[in-house]
DNA sequence: GCTTGCCTGGACCATGTGGTCCTAAGCACC
DNA sequence: GGTGCTTAGGACCACATGGTCCAGGCAAGC
C-alpha cells in the first residue's frame, strides 16, 4: 500500500508506520468525517507523533489524498475479488448479498468509505475530487466488464448497455448507502440495489432466469 | 420560515435577521460543508455580528440543526410544487427533467442540499440526523402518493409498490447526485435516474406509453 | 416620552488545531 | 565503531475559531 512519493531511502519500520498512521486516519474518518478528525486524534489512534505524521505526509491535505487513494485501492481490491469472476445474474445477486450484509453489521450507519468522502471532499479539494471520480469509473468498470461477459455469453440481450447498467448500479448503491445512513438501517439500500437489478433483469434473454434474493 | 423557539418577545427586525443568518448558512454550507464553515464566514456573508448569531441560535449545533429544517422545508416546498398533481408517468419525467436541468447549471456541482448534510451530519449529530431522515421520508411520500394516484387511475399495475419505488427512485436521485458531485458532470444523475423511471415503467399498464424523455 | 427588553456591534477570550523544530535513538553500510 | 541517513518523541508556536460580554440602539406599549 504505502508507496513511498520520492527517492527517500525508506525502512521497514517506516513503512509500517506509515500503514499505521493511513489505517488509523481511514477508521476515524469514516465514522467522524474528514474535516471533524484532527490530527492528534489520528496521532493518538495510530500510536504515533506529530513528527512522524509530518515525516510522512506534507501536510493534512496530503493525508487525505492518501486516504483516497489507500481506500480506494482497498474498495477496488475488494470489489476485484467479488466482480472479477462475475458471469451470471446470480453472481451479482451474491454481491449485492455481501454488501448489504456489511452494511447491516453497523445498521447502515457510515455507509461507503468512498461515497462518504465525496460530498465533503469534492468542492473542497480538486486532486481529491478526480481520484474519487477515477476510482468510481474504475469501480463501475468492473461491473460493466461483468455485464459485457454476461452479454457477450448470451444471458445479456443486445441491446443492453454495460455501461449505463453499471452506472445505474453504481448510482443506486451509493444512494442505497446515504438513505441507509440517514435511517440508521439497511432497508432502503437493500431496496434500491432490488431496483437497478431488477433493471438489469429486465435485459435478460430469459427474463425468469431466478428470483432477485 | 423562521419559527421563534421560544416564547420571548421578536420583532420583525430580527426575524429578518435571523432569515439572513440562515439563508448564509444556507450557501456557504451548502458549497464548502458543514465543518468548513466557520462562524465568521456566516457573520460576514449576512451582514451580521457575532452576538447576533448567539442572540438567536445558542451555539453551532444549533444553528446547524435549524439550517437542516430550513434546508428540508425549501425542498419540500420545492417538491411539493413539482410532485403534489402527479397523475402521469410524464409527469415523472417533466420532474426528472426539471432536477436534471437544475444540476446541470452548475455541472454536477453541490449536490442535493439534504444528502450533502446527511453524510456529514448523521454520525456526529443524532438530532440532525434523525431530522435528515424524516425530511426524507416526506420527500419519498410525496413521490408515492404520486404514484399511488396513478396506480388508482389504472396507469400502474396493481402488484406495484410506490414506497418501494419511491425509495428506489430516491436513492437513484442521491447517488445520481453523489457520482455527478465526484464526476463534475451532471451524466451519471441523468442514467440513474433514466433507471428508476424504466423501473417504474416496467409497471404502467401499457408498457410504451411514452418514451422516457 | 419613558421604561422595558429585544436587537445590534464589536472587542475580547480560551482553546483546539495544524504545523514547526530540536534532540536523540535506531539502523545500514562501510 | 564511525558516518550519515531514517525514524521517533514531544515541546512548542501561531492562529483560526467557537464562544462570551458589555455597552448602546431601537421599537413598542403604557
Chains 1, 2 share one sequence.
Not at 513511498?4 to 500503514?19: K, V
Not at 458471469?87 to 445477486?93: D, E, I, M, P, Y
Not at 452494511?103 to 468512498?114: A, D, E, H, P, T
Amino acid at each position: 500500500m504505502a508507496a513511498p512519493t520520492n527517492r527517500r531511502r525508506i525502512s521497514q519500520r517506516g513503512i509500517a508506520t506509515r500503514d499505521r498512521i493511513l489505517e488509523a486516519a481511514n477508521r476515524l474518518m469514516l465514522v467522524r468525517g474528514v474535516n471533524a478528525t484532527t490530527l492528534d486524534d489520528i496521532r493518538e489512534a495510530s500510536q504515533t507523533s506529530k513528527s512522524q505524521l509530518y515525516h510522512h505526509f506534507a501536510d493534512k491535505q496530503e493525508l487525505v489524498r492518501a486516504l483516497v487513494r489507500y481506500r480506494g485501492a482497498l474498495v477496488l481490491q475488494r470489489e476485484r475479488a467479488g466482480l472479477e469472476r462475475l458471469r451470471s445474474f446470480s453472481g451479482l445477486v451474491r454481491w449485492r448479498n455481501a454488501l448489504v450484509q456489511a452494511n447491516s453489521l453497523n445498521n447502515g450507519k457510515y455507509g461507503c468509505g468512498l461515497g462518504s468522502m465525496t460530498l465533503e471532499l469534492s468542492d473542497q479539494d480538486e486532486q481529491a475530487r478526480s481520484a474519487l471520480s477515477e476510482t468510481f469509473a474504475a469501480w463501475e468498470r468492473l461491473i460493466s466488464d461483468g455485464l459485457h461477459r454476461m452479454r457477450d455469453g448470451g444471458l445479456l440481450r443486445q441491446d443492453a448497455d454495460p455501461e449505463k447498467l453499471a452506472t445505474g448500479l453504481m448510482a443506486a448503491l451509493q444512494g442505497g448507502y446515504l438513505l441507509a445512513n440517514a435511517a440508521h438501517d439497511v432497508a432502503p439500500m437493500e431496496v434500491a440495489l432490488d431496483m437497478a437489478l431488477e433493471h438489469i433483469k429486465s435485459f435478460l434473454v430469459q427474463p425468469s432466469e431466478e428470483p432477485t434474493r
